[in-house]
């Protein structure tokens, strides 16, 4: 079980008009399910060259930890991938590093680490900014609203596409090799750079995304939002108003009540 009231809304006293919905989330067990969403119109598209961004998700882990990464997702092909993991950084302790990493023929392009706290049967909210204004992209990642420590390893000209130019996200499996077991819940994008203050009231107040509440003033720029509210059936729909792509559940991905608030 996660941490929270699994089945019941989270209303603060004095808390936003609009709350986030906490009702159900996707469960991949691990065996060969997926989901799958469009590249170019799911919650990474605005990945492309000179292209500032922020995605957030909600994750709980179902399994141990492996020593190199659990892959949370994946965009592209092997020759073009873009991928988000939990790495094995922490492994003797049982937690996890959030990492991103962009390989193009081989060669690694982008690599950045987040000491993050990521632990088993635990959700945790994680929001990851890319500042592409400069000509170097920079990353922050915040953790259940607070910003984690970064290291960049190797970096990333904003000038570069971190858009794969082929094939679909992909969450919860590896080039459809490798599989993982975890639960994921609202999953939402942004064209702009969340704010610390934003990162910390998204996660304290549970604003509805689409209305603006407090330090988040953001929803003017989001562009997809899941919610993961369907409770039933293969597809998670895009609540943002933007029309944007739905998550397909393949191969068997259920519903659960078990939720991060």
């Known amino acids: 079980m996660g941490l929270g009231c699994s089945s019941t809304n989270y209303v603060l006293a004095s808390g936003p008009a609009n709350v986030e919905p906490y009702t159900a989330s996707v469960v991949l067990d691990g065996t060969n399910d997926r989901l799958d ?22 994750i709980e882990l179902d399994q141990a930890i492996p020593a190199t990464s659990l892959f949370v997702g994946t965009v592209g092909p092997a020759s073009d991938l873009l991928s988000f993991e939990v790495t094995g950084s922490n492994h003797s302790s049982g937690a996890g590093n959030f990492r991103i990493t962009h390989i193009v023929s081989g060669t690694t392009t982008l690599d950045v680490h987040f000491d ?15 500042d592409a204004s400069g000509a170097t992209r920079v990353f922050t990642c915040y953790q259940d609203g607070s910003a984690a420590t970064g290291t960049t390893t ?33 999953i939402a ?45 293969t597809t998670a729909s895009d609540v943002s108003g933007n029309s944007a792509g739905d998550i397909t559940l393949t191969n068997g991905p259920t519903w659960s009540s078990d939720t991060m608030f």
């Open 116 to 130: 993050t706290n990521i632990v088993q049967n635990t959700w945790t909210e994680l929001v990851l900014t890319c």
């Open 37 to 58: 969403a469009s590249r170019t119109a799911s919650f990474v598209q605005d990945f492309g060259a000179n292209s500032s961004w922020s995605i957030r998700f909600q």
């Open 189 to 233: 994008s942004w064209s702009s750079v969340l704010t610390a203050a934003e990162a910390s009231a998204i996660y304290s107040d549970q604003p509805l995304l689409t209305e603006d509440y407090g330090d988040y003033s953001s929803s003017s720029d989001l562009t997809t939002y899941y919610t993961m509210e369907e409770g039933s059936g």
């Open 154 to 186: 190797i970096g990333k000209n904003s000038s570069s596409s971190m858009l794969p130019g082929s094939r679909s996200v992909n969450l919860g499996t590896f080039a459809n090799v490798a599989f993982y077991a975890f639960k994921i819940d609202n």
